[in-house]
């Protein structure tokens, strides 16, 4: 079995990618001097190298890479090593232009940037295949060598080809899933617009189509194509295994929600030994806090709860948004360990040194343009100390203390087109109700709909437009066995062929919630609804409205305006030993905030009214010790109770009581035990 932490480790990792190809060699001996004063423990290379080691088809020249696996090894500094199968060489494309991906629109890319791959193509796989053996037999077993990382953020740029390659194994696709094209006939549902197939052989990818395609076609694509990529990730993976035994194997997910939309990672997470990140932050105007928190928690729950590895953040501003802000002073510790609470063991950037020339010259580094007599190094070098005060925290898990539901498959189906209003958004609503939960100071882990619920006393379902009738099972069994559950609506109503389940709305979760509803009565841009509750609270809704009707469940919250006027808005159905709440419009963040409070009620979760706004509290426990970690994102001195009393590791000093927490400062104590 191979290992799921990087090989010999034994603190925390920290570093980033390391390019030295794009830098006269003497230039290297001062980048190793500058890493071990940093505190660097582990670097990415190799992720972009593929033209330089195999410049020919066939002949490798490992020389650099060579100096480079040396160079790093004398100095201490273990290697995360990539597969370059993410960009394959000009050679390569000049004799397979082929392997070039195609747009829906029928356009073929063109080499000259990154990530411009087919995943049907053979020659692609097979080049793939070639060079990563090349490169395991070269560094398999060498001791520098701590974890194997394939290809680079796999779903982005390209998530999808639709060349003819990729028609005929997604018929090889379609007939491993369905047998034989009647299955595929009655899963799509081809009867409607005449759409029915004699053969598998008469099935093309959903190219662009003059008005809507086939919904159930297109959510299969993306499945094929999500599986596509998978299947040459796993390809490469077990030659590593098979010639590099021992060694952990990767790839860098890019969980958040805004950045990339094409990847299962549920799928994805059985399959890497360990689940690594890269995490960006987006300038919307919003919290960008809350985003980070948020995907921490995907990623760790990805990684079924293990200890998982930040593989990229920046350490300022990026280069790719329209406006690249840079990070205020001690913001980078705060993101960087803000990750460390949420079980990233450790924290790594891209890159070290900031590139002069080509894409991303523009982007932060550890090593920036301006060198060493800058804020960001100074910065770099204390991250680093403050790194290794937190090598205890290695192994440990974050304890969580709600789960929201998360499926990428039912947010790809909500997105298609043609749906009762384009202003619903899965995105969004998950967005929302984790915000309003991370403002209670709850820390969430993410589920899939079909996994066992029991451990969580509140579950939240902010948008689960496709769903299975084992999860209406699962819901049902949660909410009987004593779970607390609240469901927004346009969830339950699809099954995975986006299929309207059979009956009223919302199919699967109709017994859970005690409730049909007749039909959706999406707003109109802009308009709002009032709610109201007997207790005389008023509530604002806007996007959607819909026609409850309660069958058991009864009404708390009642429309107060609109086509629904008079009827139930938000509904409440005791089930067995426990609760599950029905929310039927976008409720806007004080409301959500106020119904989440009664389910949290409901749940029995002690609100944290001691905790100021945007001041996180999350803790790590496991064999070495109960770590609380505390995040102070508001300029402001603060403090904050302590579940007891130990040492504050960042300064070594004995906290108990009220710990000072100063603006923007970050604390992590260790509870004596
Ligand atoms: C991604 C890539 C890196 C780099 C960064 C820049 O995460 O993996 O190679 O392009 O973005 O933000
Ligand atoms: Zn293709």
Redo the contacts with the bound molecule.
């Keep these: 079995m191979p290992d799921t932490a990087p090989e010999g480790l034994e603190g925390l990792a920290y570093g980033g990618?390391y390019n030295p190809e794009q830098w006269p060699e003497d230039v290297w001996a001062e980048d190793v001097r500058l890493m071990r004063e940093a505190g660097v423990t582990l670097v990415s290379i190799g992720i972009f190298s593929w033209a330089l080691i195999e410049p020919e088809p066939g002949r490798y020249d490992f020389g650099r890479l060579d100096r480079i696996v040396a160079l790093l090894h004398e100095n201490g500094i273990r290697i995360d090593l990539g597969t370059p199968t993410v960009a394959p060489p000009a050679w390569f494309y000049r004799a397979h232009p082929e392997a070039l991906p195609v747009s829906r629109e029928g356009m073929r890319y063109a080499f000259g940037s990154r990530g411009a791959i087919c995943h049907s193509s053979t020659a692609y796989r097979t080049a793939a295949a070639a060079v990563t053996e090349q490169l395991v037999r070269r560094y398999g077993s060498h001791p520098a060598l701590a974890l194997w990382h394939v290809h680079?953020?796999y779903g982005v740029p390209v998530s999808a080809c639709y060349c003819e390659n990729c028609a005929a194994h997604f018929r090889r696709w379609l007939t491993a899933t369905y047998g034989n094209v009647e299955g595929v006939n009655e899963a799509w549902g081809t009867a409607f617009w005449g759409q029915h197939y004699g053969s598998v052989e008469e099935i093309e990818p959903p190219r662009a189509t003059p008005t809507v395609c086939n919904p159930a076609h297109l959510l299969d694509y993306a499945r094929f194509a999500d599986a596509t990529m998978r299947e040459n990730f796993v390809r490469e993976r077990d030659i590593l295994h098979r010639l590099s035994p021992g060694i952990p194997v990767t790839t860098?997910f890019m969980t958040a929600l805004s950045q990339c939309d094409s990847v299962d990672y549920w799928a994805w997470g059985r399959e890497v030994d360990l689940v690594t990140n890269?995490h960006?932050l987006i300038t919307d105007g919003r919290r960008t806090h809350v985003n980070l928190a948020m995907t921490a928690d995907l990623t760790r729950s990805v990684a079924g709860g293990a200890p998982w590895l930040l593989l990229?953040h920046?350490t300022s501003g990026?280069s790719?948004q329209p406006r690249n802000p840079a990070k205020a002073p001690g913001q980078m510790a705060r993101n960087s360990l803000a990750h460390v609470a949420r079980g990233s063991d450790g924290a790594m950037f891209?890159q070290w040194r900031q590139s002069r020339r080509g894409a991303?010259k523009f982007?932060s580094s550890m090593l920036p343009h301006a060198g060493t007599d800058s804020r960001v190094w100074r910065e770099v070098v204390r991250l680093g100390a403050d790194l290794d005060s937190l090598a205890p925290v290695r192994g440990t898990r974050t304890v969580a203390d709600a789960a929201m539901l998360w499926d990428w498959q039912s947010w790809w189906a909500q997105r298609l087109e043609w749906r009762p209003s384009e202003d619903h958004d899965a995105r969004e609503r998950a967005d929302s109700f984790y915000e309003a939960l991370y403002d209670r100071h709850l820390t969430l882990d993410f589920a899939h709909p079909e996994a066992d619920l029991s451990a969580y006393p509140l579950v939240v379902v902010p948008a689960l437009y496709l769903a299975s009738e084992a999860t209406g099972r699962n819901l049902r069994t949660y909410v009987e066995n004593g779970g607390t559950l609240v469901v927004s609506y346009f969830s339950g109503i699809v099954d995975e062929h986006d299929a309207v389940h059979p009956g009223a709305y919302p199919g699967v979760l109709r017994d859970v919630l005690g409730l049909t509803v007749e039909e959706f009565s999406p707003l109109g841009e802009g308009e709002r609804v009032r709610i109201t509750a007997a207790d005389g609270s008023e509530l604002t809704g806007d996007v959607w409205s819909e026609f409850v009707v309660p069958r058991g469940a009864e009404t708390v919250w009642t429309y107060a305006d609109g086509l629904a006027a008079g009827q139930p808005a938000i509904t409440r159905h005791r089930l067995g030993r426990g609760t599950a709440w029905y929310i039927s419009t976008r409720l806007t963040p004080a409301a959500l905030d106020t119904v989440l409070g009664a389910a949290t009620e409901d749940a029995g979760l002690t609100p944290r009214t001691d905790l100021p706004r945007d001041v996180e509290v999350v803790r790590r426990s496991g064999e070495s010790g109960e770590y609380v970690f505390v995040v102070n994102h508001t300029g402001t001195d603060t403090k904050v109770p302590l579940p007891g009393h130990g040492t504050e590791l960042l300064t070594g000093e004995r906290a108990a009581g009220r710990l000072a927490l100063p603006g923007g400062a970050v604390r992590v104590v260790r509870l004596d035990s």
């Design positions: 990618d680079n953020e860098n890269d960006y990229e920046s990026v790719w891209f991303e982007h």
